[in-house]
Nanobody
């Protein structure tokens, strides 16, 4: 029973803040990488931010300086602190956990998504 459960989505005004959290459970492989992706209406899913086992992080250019990703390895949780939110940030945000490997060794799981709506 593999689960990635997201929480923290909701409605916020432009310029406001929101914090998303994701907790992984029942994952058999070592979670080396966790991240957040989002899909806005009429657009494809895109990377928002990812974090490795240590402090290595990667952010989409559109969120750099505004969003901060963090994780608790012991708890297999990842959070996304979103500040200075813009209407363009409106999307369904999905949590991802994977083993950081390549090719046929790559394993990943996805959450069901949480909706973030930023009003102008």
């Amino acid at each position: 029973q593999v689960q990635l459960v997201e929480s923290g989505g909701g409605l916020v005004q432009a310029g406001g803040s929101l914090r998303l959290s994701c907790a992984a459970s029942g994952v058999s492989f070592t979670i080396n990488v966790m991240g957040w992706y989002r899909q806005a209406p009429g657009k494809q899913r895109e990377l928002v931010a990812v974090i490795g086992s240590g402090t290595n992080t990667l952010y989409a250019d559109s969120v750099k300086g505004r969003f901060t990703i963090s994780r608790d390895n012991a708890q297999n949780t990842v959070s996304l602190q979103m500040n200075s939110l813009k209407p363009e940030d409106t999307a369904v945000y999905y949590c991802n956990a994977n083993n950081g490997k390549v090719g046929y060794r790559y394993l990943e799981v996805w959450g069901q998504g949480t909706l973030v709506t930023v009003s102008s």
